[in-house]
């Protein structure tokens, strides 16, 4: 399978949470990230983890790392019609090479 | 501080041709740039990391002969698409580094969408 995997899709109401999971194999990832992507547009840093941290918050994101079963989540607290894009995890290392997850695209309803 | 801009936005292009990408750190330093291709609702496949003077790295599968790069510079590295074909077309995406090791030092373009007719 896929070295980073995210399911495809989500649908949320505006002002609802919305939690985006991703799984990876390679335990030795230093770094963890999230990244979102417009349509039509490169990358914008999100957040990230590093590998010995379990969680993250900054403002409306929460990030959650289960170490053990090489699990990562985003949690976007209030989610906006703004937040609608693809969310994509990454996983990095000492070489600064990023491998990225499947993407999760997002939909916001009003 | 830390934007990476890309030229051209967008191009088309006819099989056979070549067609070059420039990927410009605007106010820093890269030491280290990475190029990616995306293609349609797809994740990013890193082709090659490029570092200022040397030889580029390339990720396995990626023929170097066809996706040439140059880093001749600390603020600017080209991707040259060779003889492009309509399998090319696809999304290039640069990033730039300011460091080796860092979490959040890369920063990413905005992207360049080939279409080869």
């Known amino acids: 399978g896929e070295d980073v995997e995210q399911s495809l899709f989500l649908s949320v109401r505006e002002g609802d949470s919305s939690v985006i999971n991703c799984t990876y194999t390679?335990?030795?990832?230093?770094?963890l990230y999230w990244y979102k992507q417009e349509p039509g547009a490169g990358l914008q840093l999100l957040t990230y983890?590093?590998?010995?941290?379990d969680m993250k918050q900054d403002q409306r994101l929460t990030v959650l790392l289960n170490k053990k079963d090489k699990h990562l989540s985003l949690r976007i607290a209030d989610t906006q019609t703004g937040d609608s894009a693809i969310y994509f995890c990454a996983r990095g290392g000492a070489t600064n090479k990023l491998i990225f997850g499947t993407g999760t695209l997002l939909a916001v309803q009003p | 501080g830390a934007v990476v801009s890309q030229h051209p936005s967008w191009v088309i292009c006819k099989s056979g041709t070549s067609v070059k990408i420039e990927c410009r750190s605007l106010?820093?330093?890269?030491?280290?740039m990475f190029w990616y291709r995306q293609f349609p609702k797809q994740s990013l496949m890193l082709m090659a990391t490029s570092n200022e003077g040397s030889k580029a790295t390339y990720e396995q599968g990626v023929e170097k002969d066809k996706f040439l790069i140059n880093h001749a510079s600390l603020t600017l590295s080209t991707l040259t698409v060779t003889s492009a074909h309509p399998e090319d077309s696809s999304f290039y995406i640069c990033?730039?580094?300011?460091?080796?090791?860092?979490?959040?030092?890369?920063?990413f373009g905005p992207g360049t969408r080939l279409t080869v007719t």
């Open positions: 983890i590093f590998s010995n941290m």
């Open positions: 390679d335990s030795s990832s230093t770094y």
């Open positions: 990033s730039a580094s300011v460091g080796g090791g860092g979490a959040d030092e890369q920063y």
């Open positions: 106010d820093f330093q890269a030491t280290t």
